[in-house]
């Protein structure tokens, strides 16, 4: 069994800065792949920035420039850093890991971003 938790949401005004992290533990041989995705209000959960074993990083267009994400493959970790924060930043966000050589998923329980403008 594979634990994700997230940590770092929190309220933060327009132009601010976050810093999410996850850390992975359990059962893990070997992580493949982890991201972060987001979720609001009624709308479906996107794909935000993800990031290979080997580095390649990928973005959503609207957070290109904004947002960086990075690993730490010797603590399981994976970090967004998120700056310049924009109300519709606003969503709860989730990391999403991919353990083993034939891929299972897994989701934390989601931390919530919230910018006031």
């Known amino acids: 069994q594979v634990q994700v938790v997230e940590s770092g949401g929190g309220l933060v005004q327009a132009g601010g800065s976050l810093r999410l992290s996850c850390a992975a533990s359990?059962?893990?041989?070997?992580?493949?792949?982890m991201a972060w995705y987001r979720q609001a209000p009624g709308k479906q959960r996107q794909l935000v920035a993800s990031?290979?074993?080997?580095?390649?990083?990928n973005y959503e267009d609207s957070v290109k420039g904004r947002f960086t994400i990075s690993r730490d493959n010797a603590k399981n970790t994976v970090y967004l850093q998120m700056n310049s924060l924009k109300p519709e930043d606003k969503a709860v966000y989730y990391c999403n890991v991919r353990v083993g050589i034939v891929p299972q998923a897994y989701w934390g329980q989601g931390t919530q971003v919230t910018v006031s403008s």
């Open positions: 359990g059962r893990i041989s070997r992580i493949n792949f």
């Open positions: 990031i290979t074993s080997g580095g390649s990083t």
